[in-house]
């Protein structure tokens, strides 16, 4: 089992940027795709980006594409949000998630994830 520690959220205006980071620890961290997932007050979980182990392959949800970069870095067994642009539907809890699935291109979903971590609010006003 992975353990998983989101940071960087906050309060900001929108159109300013932010990068969540996660922390992860327990087994090799290059062993794992990585997700981001975000839920906002009486909405589902929503996927937001995939990253594949060696990081050479992304997927993005549609509301994100263009704004998000999700990135890691196995060295440091991290995995950061680049978000830009942000706006005030892009407020939620941002949790990150560890799969041991290989990479299968988009179809990414949060049943195909078996580690979270607690997430960080992520407040934009307008």
């Known amino acids: 089992q992975v353990q998983l520690v989101e940071s960087g959220g906050g309060l900001v205006q929108a159109g300013v940027s932010l990068r969540l980071s996660c922390a992860a620890s327990?087994?090799?961290?290059?062993?794992?795709?990585m997700g981001w997932f975000r839920q906002a007050p009486g909405k589902e979980r929503e996927f937001v980006a995939a990253?594949?182990?060696?990081?050479?392959?992304?997927h993005y949800a549609d509301s994100v594409k263009g704004r998000f970069t999700i990135s890691r870095n196995n060295a440091k067994n991290t995995v950061y949000l680049q978000m830009n642009s942000l706006k005030p539907d892009d407020t939620a809890v941002y949790h990150c998630?560890?799969?041991?699935?290989?990479?299968?291109?988009?179809?990414?979903?949060?049943?195909?994830?078996?580690?979270w971590g607690q997430g960080t609010q992520v407040t934009v006003s307008s």
């Open positions: 998630a560890a799969s041991f699935n290989s990479w299968y291109g988009s179809s990414w979903s949060a049943a195909d994830f078996g580690s």
């Open positions: 327990g087994r090799p961290f290059s062993s794992y795709t």
């Open positions: 990253i594949s182990r060696s990081g050479g392959s992304t």
